[in-house]
């Protein structure tokens, strides 16, 4: 086995277009839609903290610098917000922005996540690392990528976050083939990019987190271009099977995908449900709206 390498690293693939969200998302990146005050974005990145992965890569479009702006200092904000006592509003944001070192890498053309993932080996470089997919917010304790680490730690090997979905979805997720090896970890056998039920070997899908050794790199770059042109990271890590293992770990937790618009509104009503100042609003509105008669 190789020797063992901290992770420190951690990308963020920001690119895309949110076509599932439009027209929302026609000049507000989907990153930086919010879930009640918080963007998108912001719940991955505090999963990267609470999980030490502080040091943040985007990868964004040319046309998405707001994102990385999101997470600069807000100086003239918090003047204006100091003159009128009300600095504190910007507490959480500022707790995760001195806590982090962003860099970002501009991707000039849409050639996919795994396309995303290669861009990032110039400031990656030999070094281990993991990659958020922002759309899939979870809620866990521990955070999800810290559950990963801690099987990381015992494996030195890739890990991919994965969990079982309904059959009538599995097109929409990497999938993959397990050997299950005790509390929730699996021997990847096999992995297929959004195959057709029929050809899904497992219901376990890949939901949004990897921890990755940079032998991914040359893997991707041997995969090369899919038939649609873009490289995928499915095919990337099927590619880094044939010469090193890759674990899975199912999720401990509740993930929202808010990369849709169904996706959104339901993770808007999970957190809302669980937030201080609206579980008791939330709770009227639920009863009162599956049955008017409550409310008589
Ligand atoms: C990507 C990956 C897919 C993974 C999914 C998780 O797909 O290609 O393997 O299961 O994220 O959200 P996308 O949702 O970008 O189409």
Same mark, same amino acid.
């Given at each position: 086995?190789?020797?063992?390498?901290?992770?420190?690293?951690?990308?963020?693939?920001?690119?895309?277009?949110?076509?599932?969200?439009?027209?929302?998302?026609?000049?507000?990146?989907?990153?930086?839609?919010?879930?009640?005050?918080?963007?998108?974005?912001?719940?991955?990145?505090?999963?990267?903290?609470?999980?030490?992965?502080?040091?943040?890569?985007?990868?964004?479009?040319?046309?998405?610098?707001?994102?990385?702006?999101?997470?600069?200092?807000?100086?003239?904000? *918090?003047?204006?917000?100091?003159?009128? /006592?009300?600095?504190? #509003?910007? !507490? %959480? $944001? &500022?707790?995760?922005?001195?806590?982090?070192?962003?860099?970002?890498?501009?991707?000039?053309?849409?050639?996919?996540?795994?396309?995303?993932?290669?861009?990032?080996?110039?400031?990656?470089?030999?070094?281990?690392?993991?990659?958020?997919?922002?759309?899939?917010?979870?809620?866990?304790?521990?955070?999800?990528?810290?559950?990963?680490?801690?099987?990381?730690?015992?494996?030195?090997?890739?890990?991919?976050?994965?969990?079982?979905?309904?059959?009538?979805?599995?097109?929409?997720?990497?999938?993959?083939?397990?050997?299950?090896?005790?509390?929730?970890?699996?021997?990847?056998?096999?992995?297929?990019?959004?195959?057709?039920?029929?050809?899904?070997?497992?219901?376990?899908?890949?939901?949004?987190?990897?921890?990755?050794?940079?032998?991914?790199?040359?893997?991707?770059? *041997?995969?090369?271009?899919?038939?649609? /042109?873009?490289?995928? #990271?499915? !095919? %990337? $890590? &099927?590619?880094?099977?044939?010469?090193?293992?890759?674990?899975?770990?199912?999720?401990?937790?509740?993930?929202?995908?808010?990369?849709?618009?169904?996706?959104?509104?339901?993770?808007?009503?999970?957190?809302?449900?669980?937030?201080?100042?609206?579980?008791?609003?939330?709770?009227?509105?639920?009863?009162?709206?599956?049955?008017?008669?409550?409310?008589?």
């Amino acid at each position: 086995m190789s020797t063992f390498r901290p992770i420190r690293k951690i990308v963020f693939p920001a690119a895309g277009l949110g076509t599932r969200i439009l027209p929302a998302t026609a000049v507000l990146p989907k990153e930086l839609m919010p879930i009640i005050d918080k963007p998108v974005i912001q719940y991955g990145v505090e999963e990267a903290v609470a999980s030490e992965l502080t040091q943040i890569i985007l990868v964004i479009s040319p046309g998405k610098t707001i994102v990385e702006d999101h997470f600069s200092e807000h100086l003239a904000l *918090e003047k204006r917000l100091e003159q009128r /006592g009300k600095a504190s #509003l910007l !507490d %959480g $944001l &500022r707790a995760v922005v001195s806590q982090i070192h962003l860099s970002t890498i501009i991707q000039h053309e849409p050639l996919g996540l795994g396309h995303a993932v290669l861009m990032s080996h110039a400031l990656v470089g030999d070094e281990p690392f993991a990659v958020l997919l922002s759309d899939d917010v979870i809620d866990s304790a521990p955070p999800a990528l810290g559950q990963m680490l801690a099987v990381y730690d015992q494996v030195n090997s890739p890990v991919l976050l994965v969990e079982r979905v309904p059959g009538d979805v599995v097109d929409r997720y990497g999938i993959i083939d397990g050997e299950p090896l005790g509390h929730g970890i699996y021997r990847v056998k096999d992995l297929v990019e959004k195959p057709a039920l029929a050809d899904a070997p497992s219901d376990l899908a890949i939901i949004g987190r990897y921890l990755l050794t940079p032998d991914i790199y040359p893997a991707l770059q *041997e995969t090369g271009q899919n038939s649609s /042109g873009e490289i995928q #990271l499915t !095919d %990337g $890590l &099927r590619r880094l099977l044939q010469h090193r293992q890759v674990y899975a770990l199912e999720l401990d937790g509740v993930r929202q995908d808010t990369g849709n618009k169904i996706g959104y509104l339901r993770a808007i009503l999970y957190f809302a449900a669980r937030h201080p100042d609206f579980a008791d609003i939330m709770q009227t509105f639920v009863q009162t709206s599956q049955s008017p008669e409550a409310t008589d």
